[in-house]
């Protein structure tokens, strides 16, 4: 029986060898490359993140990254981001500018879109995305990354998870530690809208200071903020039972 095939996106941000390493302990057949090709066709393609949201998101551009993630999920083809590589799925990234006072959720624009063909002749259309605050992300979920209210940062080292239930990314190991390296998280994650027949969006939390996302199971788009790679026989346990459902 042959192994899934995964493509780690090495476009110049992340633990890309440890994340190599344990995906093959994990039983998949595993590709470190940046071509747009091997990363559309291969059965799973994880997304790792290490750096400010900034900096990834610009690598990810330079590498068309938008672009191959868009066109597998739309194909529903498994995407797994982990650390950065989570918090980039989001709407923008507060790390490096100054938070607004606004509620820190914001209203997933293509929604107040639809409702005209011209929207932007209205007056009362919303300010344009490039003027919004904070670093635009992938958008792929509505929220935004913040820095955590915690009184020592970062958040550094094993912290226990809240699992959903019925989630398959932890099955097995919904009361291990995991490993966490990060000072900013998104905090929570609300659809505006929850369509018929709809595979239910699993969210998992962690408390570091205040409680936070630690993982996204979201059908064929997954992520956490944790390193799995990094994160004993637990994380190698978590990418197992990913690398099953491809």
């Given at each position: 029986?042959?192994?899934?095939?995964v493509?780690?996106?090495?476009?110049?941000?992340?633990?890309?060898?440890?994340?190599?390493?344990a995906?093959?302990?994990?039983?998949?057949?595993?590709?470190l490359?940046?071509?747009?090709?091997?990363?559309?066709?291969?059965?799973g393609?994880?997304?790792?993140?290490?750096?400010?949201?900034?900096e990834v998101?610009?690598?990810?551009?330079?590498?068309h990254?938008?672009?191959?993630?868009?066109?597998?999920?739309?194909?529903?083809?498994?995407?797994l981001?982990?650390?950065?590589?989570?918090?980039?799925?989001?709407?923008?990234?507060?790390?490096g500018v100054?938070?607004?006072?606004?509620?820190?959720?914001?209203?997933?624009?293509?929604t107040?879109?639809?409702h005209?063909?011209?929207?932007?002749?209205?007056?009362?259309?919303?300010?344009?995305?490039?003027?919004?605050p904070g670093?635009?992300?992938?958008?792929?979920?509505?929220g935004?990354?913040?820095?955590?209210?915690?009184?020592?940062?970062p958040?550094?080292?094993?912290?226990?998870v809240?699992?959903p239930?019925?989630?398959?990314?932890?099955r097995?190991?919904?009361?291990?530690?995991?490993?966490?390296?990060?000072?900013?998280?998104?905090?929570?994650?609300?659809l505006?809208?929850?369509?018929?027949?709809a595979?239910?969006?699993?969210?998992?939390?962690?408390?570091?200071?205040?409680?936070?996302?630690?993982?996204?199971?979201?059908?064929?788009?997954?992520?956490?903020?944790?390193?799995?790679?990094?994160s004993?026989n637990?994380?190698?346990q978590?990418?197992?039972?990913?690398?099953?459902?491809?």
């Amino acid at each position: 029986m042959s192994r899934p095939s995964v493509v780690v996106f090495d476009y110049g941000f992340g633990n890309v060898h440890s994340a190599v390493k344990a995906l093959e302990e994990a039983g998949a057949d595993v590709t470190l490359t940046k071509d747009p090709e091997a990363a559309i066709a291969a059965d799973g393609l994880l997304v790792p993140g290490v750096g400010s949201f900034g900096e990834v998101m610009r690598g990810l551009e330079q590498a068309h990254g938008p672009m191959i993630i868009d066109q597998r999920l739309a194909g529903g083809k498994a995407v797994l981001g982990i650390c950065v590589g989570m918090q980039i799925m989001f709407e923008r990234g507060f790390e490096g500018v100054t938070v607004p006072q606004a509620p820190l959720l914001i209203t997933d624009d293509a929604t107040s879109r639809v409702h005209a063909s011209d929207a932007a002749s209205f007056w009362w259309d919303e300010e344009p995305e490039d003027q919004a605050p904070g670093i635009p992300g992938l958008g792929q979920w509505p929220g935004v990354v913040r820095q955590l209210e915690a009184a020592r940062l970062p958040h550094m080292g094993w912290s226990k998870v809240e699992v959903p239930a019925d989630s398959k990314l932890f099955r097995g190991i919904e009361d291990e530690r995991f490993y966490f390296v990060h000072s900013f998280a998104a905090t929570d994650l609300e659809l505006d809208e929850i369509l018929p027949h709809a595979i239910p969006i699993k969210l998992t939390h962690s408390v570091y200071g205040e409680r936070f996302l630690a993982a996204v199971e979201n059908g064929p788009l997954s992520a956490t903020q944790f390193h799995p790679e990094k994160s004993g026989n637990a994380g190698i346990q978590l990418l197992r039972n990913w690398i099953a459902s491809l």
